[in-house]
């Protein structure tokens, strides 16, 4: 009876986080600053005799450590793109590696000399500790109002680095520090040096290793889709617990290896975002994103109502020690305003990367919330550990959990509530003036599609002459008024215009790269190749430069001269299939886009688009990319006939079974063949692919 009530008590905390995240939409108050206040109020409500199996479901470190926090790291670094984290390398690992040290002992010396004052003496090693617990901030909290208010990319990719990396940084401090105190040892400065050390390296290169190996596993088993999610997740959670077991077994002459588990995670996840993400199977990276979305979304639903439920429990003299949370959170507000501003600026200095605007920096200074891991860090404390020279009544552990709830608190309620406040009123959600035109670009070409399909709608008798009035009248005003306006902020910013439509080609060249993929027309090098010179020419247009460049690629100068192996242009240029493919893709993807643009220009509402010289420039420069690929095909297939006919004959195969995997979908989806002849036809056509 009593699983029944956790498992009760599990599922409606599931419920209850759900109501409160459509609540949270109607109040516009933060998702997890309303779930943190409805697990407090759980309290008195499961003391209700009947409501009682409310509170049955524990957060215990062992369910955070191993269950939810792999879960949230992984989907957080699954999905950052290594090349842009590495362009903010410098920022990223000054704030989590040296902010975070000097944030950890600036707060520790401020409360070592200030609290006293206020009747609370307290031992310089714990506040270490506290200092350890309270400084790294919550990748989670943090991008999910990120999200939801519209932060510059760039902005929000620094502090999810930051976020992940000073987790790492976090644990591994926090563990060295607790150690000393539980063994009551003297500081090692050495020892404890190489051991942060060894967790940092040491969880980079096992992480990146497990990344690399799944990768490798996960290639040999495409098109499986439940295996495929299910290695993933395996990835997650093997990883961490793989570098906490290392850690407690690995010695090395003499020397225990610690492995930063965190680390490791981040790591392996990054590589299987970004290597293994072209191992898994096209069709089935779609589902792979809802699931991680989904189960992230589970995760931190349950992770902060819990935290609700948990601080209400752990502190019985709250009200004894508010002067003390009170001082902590001043402190711990003003030591990161000191930490930020003199390290980003130091960044700024670094010529390689872009500078970190002063709004950016006011907004990482106010960001710090805290969440899951400090939470985690604060269960892993032993609660009757003491620390010597500690003569006070109060119990430490009572002590340390005031001190870290209360920040909590104040970072969740306080700042998270105003985080949006504070963007709106820095500026740094506004749109850009290429957002505000491609804004108004959509609405028109919506409009005008409405516009389209109102008439088709007629003409099949879908809808009388009075309702295609109405609506013609209606979506015509809406049109007339988005394209005016559409019309004189692109003659006002010429450049604007013309990034516009490059960023619009651009997305259409990408959109068939992925179909040729996902239709098994291009290889994974070729795509990955092309893919990545797609990114470098968004790249260019995103930093203002708006010459139309011929699929430009930023080459490893390095990879090509000592590791060609691993140089995706050397190993697509040395082979004639690959090459062969890799123009087939080119020619194909400027044709998608000359078929949008002229299809924009033929559209009657839509006519005045194509009056512009920049519009018919882009045109002209497609038209040179289609004569250049399809001439560079011809020269391969006159030198490699062989071979290139093969392809050619292969490509023309895979199209028609395309069409068959089509067709027997829409017979399946009107029901015309049942679930067995679904299989049947699959299976054969397979077969006579194969």
Same mark, same amino acid.
């Given at each position: 009876?009593?699983?029944?009530?956790?498992?009760?008590?599990?599922?409606?905390?599931?419920?209850?986080?759900?109501?409160?995240?459509?609540?949270?939409?109607?109040?516009?108050?933060?998702?997890?600053?309303?779930?943190?206040?409805?697990?407090?109020?759980?309290?008195?409500?499961?003391?209700?005799?009947?409501?009682?199996?409310?509170?049955?479901?524990?957060?215990?470190?062992?369910?955070?450590?191993?269950?939810?926090?792999?879960?949230?790291?992984?989907?957080?670094?699954?999905?950052?793109?290594?090349?842009?984290?590495?362009?903010?390398?410098?920022?990223?690992?000054?704030?989590?590696?040296?902010?975070?040290?000097?944030?950890?002992?600036?707060?520790?010396?401020?409360?070592?000399?200030?609290?006293?004052?206020?009747?609370?003496?307290?031992?310089?090693?714990?506040?270490?500790?506290?200092?350890?617990?309270?400084?790294?901030?919550?990748?989670?909290?943090?991008?999910?109002?990120?999200?939801?208010?519209?932060?510059?990319?760039?902005?929000?990719?620094?502090?999810?680095?930051?976020?992940?990396?000073?987790?790492?940084?976090?644990?591994?401090?926090?563990?060295?520090?607790?150690?000393?105190?539980?063994?009551?040892?003297?500081?090692?400065?050495?020892?404890?040096?190489?051991?942060?050390?060894?967790?940092?390296?040491?969880?980079?290169?096992?992480?990146?290793?497990?990344?690399?190996?799944?990768?490798?596993?996960?290639?040999?088993?495409?098109?499986?889709?439940?295996?495929?999610?299910?290695?993933?997740?395996?990835?997650?959670?093997?990883?961490?617990?793989?570098?906490?077991?290392?850690?407690?077994?690995?010695?090395?002459?003499?020397?225990?290896?610690?492995?930063?588990?965190?680390?490791?995670?981040?790591?392996?996840?990054?590589?299987?975002?970004?290597?293994?993400?072209?191992?898994?199977?096209?069709?089935?990276?779609?589902?792979?994103?809802?699931?991680?979305?989904?189960?992230?979304?589970?995760?931190?639903?349950?992770?902060?109502?819990?935290?609700?439920?948990?601080?209400?429990?752990?502190?019985?003299?709250?009200?004894?020690?508010?002067?003390?949370?009170?001082?902590?959170?001043?402190?711990?507000?003003?030591?990161?305003?000191?930490?930020?501003?003199?390290?980003?600026?130091?960044?700024?200095?670094?010529?390689?990367?872009?500078?970190?605007?002063?709004?950016?920096?006011?907004?990482?200074?106010?960001?710090?919330?805290?969440?899951?891991?400090?939470?985690?860090?604060?269960?892993?404390?032993?609660?009757?550990?003491?620390?010597?020279?500690?003569?006070?009544?109060?119990?430490?552990?009572?002590?340390?959990?005031?001190?870290?709830?209360?920040?909590?608190?104040?970072?969740?309620?306080?700042?998270?509530?105003?985080?949006?406040?504070?963007?709106?009123?820095?500026?740094?959600?506004?749109?850009?003036?290429?957002?505000?035109?491609? !804004?108004?670009?959509?609405?028109? +070409? =919506?409009?005008? &599609? %409405? *516009?389209? $399909?109102? @008439?088709?709608?007629? /003409?099949?008798?879908?809808?009388?002459?009075?309702?295609?009035?109405?609506?013609?009248?209606?979506?015509?005003?809406?049109?007339?008024?988005?394209?005016?306006?559409?019309?004189?902020?692109?003659?006002?910013?010429?450049?604007?215009?013309?990034?516009?439509?490059?960023?619009?080609?651009?997305?259409?060249?990408?959109?068939?790269?992925?179909?040729?993929?996902?239709?098994?027309?291009?290889?994974?090098?070729?795509?990955?190749?092309?893919?990545?010179?797609?990114?470098?020419?968004?790249?260019?247009?995103?930093?203002?430069?708006?010459?139309?460049?011929?699929?430009?690629?930023?080459?490893?100068?390095?990879?090509?001269?000592?590791?060609?192996?691993?140089?995706?242009?050397?190993?697509?240029?040395?082979?004639?299939?690959?090459?062969?493919? !890799?123009?087939?893709?080119?020619? +194909? =993807?400027?044709? &998608? %886009? *000359?078929? $949008?643009? @002229?299809?924009?220009? /033929?559209?009657?509402?839509?006519?005045?688009?194509?009056?512009?010289?920049?519009?018919?420039?882009?045109?002209?420069?497609?038209?040179?990319?289609?004569?250049?690929?399809?001439?560079?095909?011809?020269?391969?297939?006159?030198?490699?006939?062989?071979?290139?006919?093969?392809?050619?004959?292969?490509?023309?195969?895979?199209?028609?079974?395309?069409?068959?995997?089509?067709?027997?979908?829409?017979?399946?989806?009107?029901?015309?063949?049942?679930?067995?002849?679904?299989?049947?036809?699959?299976?054969?056509?397979?077969?006579?692919?194969?």
């Amino acid at each position: 009876m009593f699983s029944v009530t956790i498992f009760l008590s599990l599922f409606s905390l599931l419920l209850l986080s759900m109501g409160v995240f459509f609540l949270s939409k109607k109040l516009n108050i933060p998702y997890t600053v309303l779930l943190l206040i409805s697990g407090l109020l759980l309290i008195p409500i499961s003391e209700i005799g009947f409501l009682s199996f409310l509170s049955q479901f524990e957060l215990t470190s062992e369910l955070l450590f191993f269950i939810f926090l792999p879960t949230l790291i992984f989907e957080s670094a699954f999905n950052i793109e290594f090349k842009k984290f590495w362009n903010n390398k410098v920022a990223i690992f000054s704030l989590s590696i040296f902010g975070f040290l000097a944030s950890t002992f600036l707060i520790a010396g401020s409360l070592y000399y200030i609290l006293p004052y206020i009747g609370f003496e307290l031992p310089f090693i714990f506040l270490v500790l506290f200092g350890t617990i309270i400084s790294a901030t919550d990748p989670v909290a943090v991008l999910a109002l990120f999200k939801e208010y519209g932060a510059p990319k760039r902005l929000a990719m620094i502090f999810e680095g930051e976020s992940l990396f000073n987790d790492a940084t976090s644990l591994a401090v926090f563990l060295i520090v607790l150690e000393i105190i539980l063994k009551n040892s003297s500081v090692d400065l050495l020892g404890g040096i190489l051991t942060f050390a060894s967790m940092l390296i040491g969880g980079a290169l096992f992480g990146t290793a497990i990344g690399f190996g799944f990768s490798k596993v996960i290639e040999k088993i495409r098109n499986y889709q439940n295996v495929e999610i299910t290695l993933t997740m395996v990835v997650a959670h093997l990883t961490f617990i793989m570098a906490e077991i290392l850690s407690e077994t690995l010695v090395l002459g003499g020397f225990e290896v610690k492995i930063s588990s965190i680390v490791a995670t981040v790591c392996a996840s990054i590589v299987i975002g970004n290597y293994g993400r072209y191992k898994i199977s096209p069709q089935i990276e779609i589902y792979m994103h809802k699931f991680w979305d989904y189960f992230a979304f589970i995760s931190n639903s349950l992770v902060f109502v819990m935290m609700g439920i948990k601080f209400a429990t752990l502190v019985n003299n709250f009200h004894v020690f508010w002067p003390l949370v009170i001082v902590t959170i001043l402190v711990c507000s003003l030591v990161r305003i000191i930490t930020v501003y003199p390290t980003i600026g130091l960044c700024n200095l670094n010529k390689k990367e872009a500078k970190i605007p002063r709004k950016w920096q006011h907004l990482l200074a106010f960001g710090d919330l805290k969440g899951a891991l400090a939470v985690i860090l604060l269960l892993l404390v032993p609660s009757d550990f003491t620390v010597e020279g500690y003569n006070l009544a109060f119990n430490l552990y009572e002590v340390l959990t005031a001190m870290t709830v209360g920040v909590i608190f104040f970072t969740l309620l306080f700042k998270a509530t105003f985080l949006g406040r504070l963007m709106d009123r820095l500026g740094i959600n506004k749109l850009t003036k290429l957002e505000k035109l491609e !804004y108004l670009e959509s609405k028109a +070409i =919506i409009f005008s &599609k %409405v *516009l389209n $399909e109102v @008439n088709k709608f007629q /003409k099949r008798g879908y809808i009388t002459t009075e309702t295609h009035r109405k609506l013609t009248a209606k979506y015509s005003k809406l049109y007339e008024k988005a394209y005016k306006t559409c019309g004189k902020v692109s003659e006002k910013n010429t450049n604007v215009f013309k990034k516009m439509l490059l960023v619009y080609a651009i997305g259409i060249e990408k959109h068939s790269l992925k179909n040729l993929l996902i239709q098994q027309e291009v290889t994974e090098k070729v795509f990955r190749y092309l893919n990545e010179k797609l990114n470098y020419q968004m790249d260019l247009v995103e930093d203002n430069k708006t010459q139309i460049y011929e699929f430009k690629y930023k080459s490893n100068g390095f990879l090509r001269k000592y590791l060609p192996y691993f140089d995706l242009k050397t190993q697509i240029h040395k082979d004639p299939k690959h090459l062969f493919t !890799y123009y087939r893709a080119l020619r +194909i =993807i400027s044709i &998608k %886009v *000359l078929e $949008e643009l @002229n299809e924009i220009s /033929k559209d009657n509402h839509l006519k005045d688009f194509d009056k512009s010289e920049v519009f018919n420039d882009i045109i002209k420069n497609y038209e040179k990319f289609l004569r250049q690929s399809t001439k560079k095909m011809k020269e391969i297939l006159s030198n490699n006939k062989r071979i290139s006919y093969k392809l050619d004959e292969n490509f023309a195969q895979m199209g028609i079974h395309t069409v068959e995997e089509k067709i027997i979908n829409d017979l399946s989806k009107k029901e015309m063949i049942t679930p067995k002849l679904n299989l049947l036809l699959r299976e054969q056509i397979l077969d006579e692919n194969i």
